[in-house]
């Protein structure tokens, strides 16, 4: 069973910091990888895709990037901005045939200004 | 381009009772996925529909059910609700949920309190 992990729970930092998010998976048979954005209280907006034939994307200040035989991920974000505060989630699809996604416990961040 | 619409946007009910949430998919997309997302469990898969079929379900009791109109639209339905149910249900939208490439969209969700 794929068990996904978030590493830190929380971060906080002040403005302008650039900053790194772990994802780690237990099973490397991944379809593809996503990273997602939740304000609190509203639904996830995907930010990044990393297809499993994929080392890294890359998206504005965003960059993701994918170890599958190690079965890790990061997600740096550049410069970072209180408007960025927000809970980062990464979620690992196994299967091309359904949509059932195994999500990370997310981590919450807060960029201070 | 409208976005994927859940209504309503929240919920309180009591034990024992049912409950309907709905589900409007982006235009063109086929795939509709709903989660549950708790504090204590994170985001879990309940089902996908594709095509007014049942593509995949997840881990949850026969109460939990859902279905899907010819028109892409999504109904999910909690029978005989239990205080546990208390959640932000999540509906996601992709074109065909096939594609590795293809991103999962989601709604806004609908945050569900069982009294």
């Known amino acids: 069973k794929q068990e996904v992990t978030q590493i830190p729970a929380a971060l906080s930092v002040p403005e302008g910091e650039n900053l790194v998010l772990n994802c780690s998976f237990t099973?490397?048979?991944?379809?593809?990888l996503q990273w997602f954005r939740q304000d609190p209280g509203k639904g996830l907006t995907s930010l990044l895709l990393?297809?499993?034939?994929?080392r890294e994307q890359t998206s504005g200040r965003l960059n993701a990037s994918l170890d599958k035989s190690s079965g890790r991920s990061t997600l740096y974000i550049a410069a970072s901005q209180p408007g960025d505060s927000a809970t980062y989630l990464c979620?690992?699809?196994?299967?091309?045939?359904?949509?059932?996604?195994?999500f990370g416990a997310g981590t919450r961040l807060t960029v201070k200004p | 381009k409208a976005g994927v619409t859940q209504t309503p946007r929240y919920l309180i009910k009591t034990r024992g009772q049912q409950v309907t949430l709905s589900c409007s998919p982006i235009?063109?997309?086929?795939?509709v996925s709903w989660y549950q997302q708790t504090p204590g469990q994170g985001l879990q898969f309940l089902f996908e529909?594709?095509?007014?079929?049942?593509?995949n379900k997840g881990n949850f009791p026969g109460r939990f059910s859902g279905r899907q109109f010819s028109n892409s639209r999504s109904e999910m339905n909690v029978s005989t609700l239990e205080l546990g149910d208390s959640a932000l249900y999540l509906c996601?939208?992709?074109?065909?949920?096939?594609?590795?490439?293809?991103?999962?969209?989601f709604g806004s969700g609908t945050q569900l309190s069982v009294l």
């Open positions: 099973d490397s048979a991944i379809y593809n």
């Open positions: 235009s063109g997309h086929r795939s």
């Open positions: 990393i297809q499993s034939s994929q």
């Open positions: 529909y594709f095509s007014e079929t049942q593509r």
């Open positions: 996601a939208s992709s074109f065909t949920g096939g594609s590795t490439n293809e991103k999962l969209f």
């Open positions: 979620a690992v699809r196994r299967d091309w045939w359904n949509n059932d996604m195994r």
